[in-house]
């Protein structure tokens, strides 16, 4: 059932569109991710959710109620900025409160509050410190913190994690996700980070140029992209047009169609022949060579050229395995079912 | 080495201008009628009219500092919604206001509030009680107000324009309203910019001359006027007793100055709080 319901809201700026006519529907307790590049409409479709600004068009309705002509603090939204936006004069534990005093609730029970979140984010330590002291790890988990003392009907993240290093940024990714789910809060998080993004989403909205590209679960939108920009801006693909495919493979496909680099795999190195035709287990093998080599942490990424075209093929990097050299002649073996022609 | 020598003509102006000068105020200060002692001094501080002027000039100038900021707090904090266009137009204002002082500007309060000025015959003519005598005072705060809310909102504009729009966001969707923001976070989160500003339009008001003298000549008793008319009195002069009265003020206006430095430097030692990458 639909917790947050967003029908066909736009926003104009001057004669520019930046909304167009979005329509998303979140489930109670749900993780979304509104990923994108930048000016893609992301971060004013989630600054229209919290009332930081007027959408031109449509409905926003939270649980039971229409939101989007209320004011923001009428909303019962919590929000997480990418600089953290804490309060500089204030401490960790007065930074907390601030929000619970404008309840009204009594000294005992804010002082509750502030100390069992601040329990839940492993900063009591840090309750009396002030946000210059904090290290930007430290000062974005104050900020959640604060988000989530108010027990928010909704949690908005905005490029939560963008202005910490890369360490850090992973920490805190688990982390998110830990809180996340045991607090159970519906959350919408935006990110340009594609990583972030399928990590930690249950479900994902792909925009482009105001629009919602594609909604679904990660797994969905890595290997089933429902569009060319979609395929193009998730993961590192072979993004293939049906006349590059029926060249490799020999199969005629209705539209271009996605390999994702790891379902491309080593069959035999050197002095093998190439089948071109379909195997009948459904596997196909193409002959290549490989023209470039490079390290990426977990995987090995290789560059291989194959009748006319530069695969990109990913392998695990194990220590014990043989790096291919360039120059390398090799025989891939890919799976039918591998090939995802993106629907046009 | 040459490159020094180009710091050269900077090092000479400041001695010409400043050291020369001053070290003259402070030498001839010490000579009282052709002795050297401190006699100029202890003539000032245990004289009744100098002790006087002093009252009225930090009182003077402490208020119209207070009523500065206190409107160009609102004013900054009004502007800072504003498109650019407005914005624009009220700094250009400002800029102006805060450069009209002098004969001008007493002129101009004259001609308003003066014995015939407009608003003067105005309430006379729908007796309304208000009317108030411009050559006192409160003529003179009203004067000196005109250039110290110019100025504090001049300088103050681009101190609240450092404030990030994302913590004002961040409080409004906690339900803090405006007012509390301000009161809260806002005008704390910048006391260290806004006590410098201050003590600006204190020193502001401390140094005014022409617009006093314009307005009130020598009928109220500020030190500026004091010491103009011991340089160029035409019933008794005494320019080294003017020099200690100058060296005074220069005090007067050093131990605020030097406070909020002391204030400043402690809050420094933990790293700037205003600073951290809040954009």
Request: with cysteine; aromatic share 6%; glycine share 8%.
């Amino acid at each position: 059932m639909s917790y947050l319901t967003i029908a066909n809201v736009s926003a104009t700026y001057g004669a520019m569109t930046i909304l167009d006519g979005i329509e998303l529907s979140i489930g109670q307790g749900e993780m979304h991710i509104l990923l994108g590049p930048s000016g893609c409409g992301k971060t004013t479709l989630l600054r229209s959710i919290a009332g930081l600004t007027a959408p031109s068009g449509g409905e926003i309705r939270l649980g039971d109620r229409r939101i989007d002509n209320l004011p923001p603090k009428e909303r019962g939204i919590a929000m997480v900025f990418q600089h953290y936006a804490l309060f500089p004069n204030m401490t960790v534990r007065q930074n907390l409160a601030f929000g619970l005093e404008q309840k009204r609730l009594s000294r005992a029970e804010v002082a509750r509050k502030v100390d069992a979140t601040l329990a839940m984010v492993a900063l009591e330590q840090r309750a009396d410190m002030r946000p210059h002291q904090l290290s930007g790890g430290q000062r974005q988990r104050v900020a959640l913190a604060r988000a989530l003392v108010l027990e928010p009907a909704l949690l908005l993240l905005d490029e939560p994690l963008s202005a910490l290093d890369a360490q850090i940024r992973k920490r805190l990714r688990d982390e998110l996700k830990r809180i996340q789910r045991e607090s159970g809060l519906t959350s919408i998080l935006v990110t340009h980070d594609q990583d972030e993004a399928l990590t930690l989403g249950d479900r994902v909205s792909v925009m482009n140029a105001g629009r919602i590209a594609q909604t679904g679960t990660p797994r969905e939108i890595y290997h089933r992209p429902d569009s060319l920009f979609v395929a193009g801006f998730i993961g590192d693909g072979n993004l293939l047009t049906p006349d590059e495919i029926e060249r490799l493979t020999g199969i005629r496909t209705s539209g271009s169609a996605i390999i994702q680099p790891q379902d491309l795999r080593f069959e035999s190195v050197n002095g093998a022949t190439a089948t071109m035709a379909p195997a009948p287990d459904g596997e196909i093998h193409v002959q290549g060579v490989v023209t470039d080599v490079s390290l990426s942490g977990p995987t090995i990424r290789y560059l291989v050229e194959a009748k006319g075209l530069t695969l990109k093929v990913e392998a695990p990097n194990r220590y014990d395995s043989a790096e291919l050299s360039t120059g390398t002649t090799v025989r891939l073996a890919l799976r039918k079912g591998d090939i995802h022609v993106v629907p046009n | 080495m040459r490159m020094r020598l180009l710091a050269l003509p900077l090092i000479v102006a400041f001695a010409v201008l400043i050291l020369w000068p001053l070290s003259s105020v402070v030498i001839d200060s010490f000579d009282a009628k052709g002795e050297v002692s401190f006699g100029n001094y202890t003539e000032v501080l245990s004289s009744a009219y100098y002790q006087q002027s002093f009252i009225t000039t930090l009182w003077i100038s402490a208020l119209t500092t207070v009523i500065g900021i206190v409107f160009g707090i609102l004013l900054a904090i009004a502007l800072r919604a504003r498109g650019r266009g407005v914005r624009r137009f009220a700094l250009a204002f400002g800029s102006m206001g805060a450069n009209f002082a002098g004969v001008p500007l007493a002129m101009a309060i004259i001609i308003l509030f003066g014995m015939n000025g407009f608003f003067t015959i105005l309430v006379g003519k729908l007796g309304l009680p208000g009317a108030f005598n411009v050559y006192s005072i409160i003529g003179l705060t009203i004067a000196y107000c005109y250039f110290q809310i110019a100025l504090a909102t001049l300088l103050l504009t681009p101190a609240f324009d450092a404030v990030p729009v994302e913590i004002e966001e961040a409080a409004s969707l906690m339900g803090v309203s405006s007012a509390r923001f301000w009161a809260r976070i806002g005008v704390p989160m910048l006391a260290r910019q806004i006590v410098a500003i201050a003590i600006l339009l204190f020193a502001n008001a401390m140094g005014t001359f022409a617009t006093t003298f314009a307005l009130t000549g020598t009928s109220v008793n500020v030190v500026t006027v004091a010491i103009s008319s011991l340089v160029s009195g035409d019933i008794f002069s005494d320019p080294n007793l003017a020099n200690a009265i100058s060296l005074l003020l220069l005090i007067v206006l050093l131990v605020p100055i030097i406070a909020s430095q002391i204030i400043a430097g402690e809050k420094r030692l933990g790293k700037d709080p205003s600073a951290g990458p809040q954009r």
